[in-house]
């Protein structure tokens, strides 16, 4: 089954303000070219004013504008098509001034594909000390150098378009994981009524604007907040407040109860996730985008993913090895180096290792999404993640 | 004045060990292309068993198979023609035996050019806990895990054929530079007996092996040192026992009175030297060859070599500054990146910075050599390092 489904063409095109949108070409949101008939998994293509991304996808993280230990010709080595900064990392360091004077994120950061700006609601609930959240906003201590700070959904949407990121996410709040019913009922309330204020004030046309739904793990209020956040209408909606500690089957339990009930014709985009495996099983429930800091905090950990599970480089089974991480991969890493020679990098603590690895790893979460797509593009989806499962062992050795 | 002078046709070509020269062309191995009319200055070629490598020439600092933070595709985007590595630090770690097995350092570490490994000779003496020098060998404990070791002029050899680097430097004692003129004497004794011993056991035909001439500050036992190892026959000669503690113009004046000795048909090599001033008076002086870890140590604390003098990228004044480290620098790090955005890197620890700085400076140290050799090429070159030092300003801002 093959469905084509353009939307969102009252998107401005044309020369705009960062002046890349190329030719006259109708700029479309998201393009819907193939749904798996077995399941939820679905096939797309993203339009955005620095080009377009594939959906399914996978974007490293690069929180303070670069994805840890790689450059930004490394991301295209690796095949990244879209990458994610975080707003309220770069506000507090280097602060939006400095960037903006740069002409934006992607002059400063040296990155001309699309680049997608989570609002840091996560991390101002996690990293800051906070002082109170009102209606208004937020009032906590910045986790860099305890400077006080008020963020509302007005100044992140503000931030985020001097930013210039093709893909803003509004300012949400995000309780922890086993935060009472009432506190999760008045976030969620709370995150609707930012959701309409982020939409009010924002005002860069070739800049798409999503929408979270929170709710923790109560179905109904996941529900609720779903329904009210597509009510206000957003470009694309992404499942927030999930891989925060919280138990993997609970977390995939959500997941797959709300992804079917998102929008089609939207981009839906499951936040923070996760391993090899849960990418697999949430493309199967229906989900096009994800993120996630595994592949760049494992390979600085020296830690690597294959396609046969985890491989630890510093073990000292891997000190004559010859062989590559994964003689699967393609990428500069695997073309290059031996376990052997990895191993030794971790051991005299070489900057190298963290990039190499890094570099594979990154490269492999991409492959996998790509892969996945490719299968849903054949309509064999469900025989490609039964035969991943079938060689995938999840311990490390 | 243009002078040919092909030397050492008697180099094995054809197939080798390491099954890299390719065709039937002679190997020669150095040909002396110009000399300046006004100074010492050359420029030649020196072809090994992966390539020929320009002279003068400056060879990034590889200790540990890895130019810290940079890997092989850097190092060509820098320029560089060959690298250092340090057959006493792979002895150590990983062992030799292991590099053995990836079939040689290149294969081990990715680099398909030409390397040179140093004995290590300068690093027993100033890392190791010395145990004792005896005519045999020297016996210390490791600098990594206190591990008794002894070598000797033939193990190093061995190691270094091992390694299957295209230049292996002698193993030699490097005393300190305050030492007592009996100590310096009975130094260069020892090195020119150990300088026979390495001759007379290397076997590794499509490997140069360079001598290094010892005497610390003392001219004539510098003349005495350069006089016998001249007489044993190497197909390189070094300046070893330089920039080690010694005041600068003491170092100059050494190396001035030095160089001109050294045969003219053999390639000379200045080891651990130095800044971009160091490099042009010692160019000036005959001098082809020069390893430093200035460009990667300096690039790591932040501090970048530009034509003007050295830029600490974590300076307040550059927080907002658009320029690259180097207008005239055409290296991907001035291409890619605003000073703003390395000292946004620099702030936040990320391990971008380090790789961006270091592959800029090394950049600039190659970059510099080869301007050099042009203007040689052109006989032009004290024009050339007269308006370079017009330019460049020692101080650090």
Known sequence: ????????????????????????????????????????????????????FETPVFMPVGTQGTVKSLAPDDLEEA???????????????????????ANGLHAFMGWQRPILTDSGGYQV???????????????????????????????????????????????????????????????????????ERAKRVHRRKEQLLFGIVQGGRFKDLRVQSLEETVK???????????????????????????????????????????TPLDLLWAVEAGIDMFDCVNP???????????????????????ARDQAPLDETCSCYTCRTFSRSYLRHLFNCEELLAYRLVTLHNVSFFISLVQSARRAIVNGEFVPFKNHFLSEYDESSR
């Open 125 to 195: 609930f996690s990293l800051a000390r906070l002082r109170g959240i009102s209606e208004e906003g937020v009032r906590f201590h910045s986790h860099f150098d305890g400077r006080e700070i008020f963020l509302t959904p007005e100044t992140v949407i503000e931030a985020e378009e001097h930013l210039g990121s093709d893909i803003a996410m509004m300012f949400d709040e995000c309780p922890p994981h086993d935060a009472a019913r009432a506190h999760v009922e008045e976030a969620v309330h709370r995150t609707v009524r930012w959701a």
């Open 232 to 274: 206000i209408g957003f470009d694309g909606y992404a499942i927030g407040g999930v891989s925060v500690g919280e138990p993997k089957p609970l977390m995939e339990e959500i997941v797959r109860a709300v992804a079917p009930l998102l929008p089609e014709e939207k981009p839906r985009y499951l936040m923070g996730v996760g």
């Open 79 to 101: 095949g990244a098509q879209i990458i994610l900064a975080n707003a309220y990392h770069l506000y507090i360091r280097p602060g939006i001034d400095t960037i903006k004077l």
């Open 1 to 52: 089954m093959t469905i084509k489904n353009h939307v969102g063409a009252d998107l401005c095109v044309g020369p705009t303000v960062l002046g890349r949108t190329r030719g006259s070409a109708p700029t479309f949101k998201f393009s819907l070219m193939h749904k798996d008939p077995s399941c939820g998994a679905r096939a797309g293509v993203v339009h955005t004013a620095h080009g377009t």
């Open 296 to 318: 760049t905090r494992y390979g600085r950990n020296g830690c690597a993913f294959t396609h046969s599970g985890k491989v630890v480089v510093r073990n000292a089974e891997y």
